[in-house]
């Protein structure tokens, strides 16, 4: 499915975006509100639906993106079809950066893991505004860098850590960046984690077969660490299951 049309957006939600968003979003936070609103006028808001592609591996990269609500997912695609998920995006996040200081094709896909809202920016708008403001290109280049090391993190797991270890590693940082209370006021009842994934994306995202990774999740619920559900995990026990992604 393709996206949809760039939506005219009411006055109220611009300038709620500017406050609460753009605030909280790596390579504008700390900046001053003034800079923020410079950009305000060039954003366009695009809502979609799960399995909606924002763009694709090759395509002409020609925006960057930050997620409102919802998660979108990171992927590329060998030649013989199979996948691999190379990143889930959350609100807050920002993606497709790369393009802006190499214009060459887009190295991955974006998708709508759950129904999502977002904003896009221009380069032709976000080059300008950058070079004016040398402070935001350091922002960028240290959320770059940030890319760079969890990529080599990655790298470094898939060949010393076992696919439980990985499994385990994958699940406390979604728990980390999605995870909410089962039960407000009582931690004994663990962290719900509505990642969005299938179990096949859950195997992408580890670099592993799906059967493996099952039989990971279910050795885990034996041992009381977790409790599935669909597109969810509700993490029991954090602490042992930090010491099995180690």
């Known amino acids: 499915m393709g996206v949809p049309g760039r939506a005219q957006r009411p006055a109220p939600w611009h300038a709620q975006l500017v406050d609460d968003l753009l605030a909280r979003v790596p390579l504008f936070a700390g900046l001053s509100e003034p800079d923020r609103q410079a950009l305000s006028d060039h954003l366009d808001r695009q809502d979609v639906t799960r399995g909606d592609v924002l763009f694709r591996e090759g395509d002409v990269g020609d925006r960057v993106f930050v997620?409102?609500?919802?998660?979108?997912?990171?992927?590329?695609?060998?030649?013989?079809?199979?996948?691999?998920?190379?990143?889930?995006?959350?609100?807050?996040?920002?993606?497709?950066?790369?393009?802006?200081?190499?214009?060459?094709?887009?190295?991955?896909?974006?998708?709508?893991?759950?129904?999502?809202?977002?904003?896009?920016?221009?380069?032709?708008a976000l080059r300008p505004w950058l070079r004016s403001r040398p402070e935001a290109g350091a922002l960028l280049l240290r959320v770059l860098a940030r890319r760079l090391r969890r990529t080599n993190d990655t790298m470094a797991d898939m060949v010393f850590t076992d696919v439980p270890g990985r499994v385990a590693k994958a699940l406390l940082d979604l728990a980390d960046r999605f995870g909410e209370p089962a039960q407000p006021g009582n931690e004994a009842a663990g962290v719900r984690v509505e990642h969005g994934l299938t179990q096949e994306e859950l195997a992408q995202l580890v670099g592993a077969s799906r059967e493996t990774v099952n039989k990971a999740l279910a050795d885990f619920a034996t041992r009381g660490w977790l409790r599935l559900d669909s597109r969810a995990v509700v993490l029991l026990d954090r602490e042992r299951l930090a010491r099995r992604a180690r």
């Not at 079809?81 to 993606?95: A, I, K, Q, T």
């Not at 214009?103 to 977002?118: E, F, I, K, Q, Y």
């Open 67 to 124: 997620v409102l609500s919802g998660k979108v997912k990171i992927g590329r695609q060998s030649a013989d079809g199979r996948e691999n998920l190379l990143y889930v995006m959350g609100p807050g996040d920002l993606f497709g950066e790369l393009s802006l200081f190499d214009p060459g094709p887009r190295t991955a896909t974006a998708t709508a893991v759950t129904d999502a809202s977002l904003v896009a920016l221009d380069h032709t």
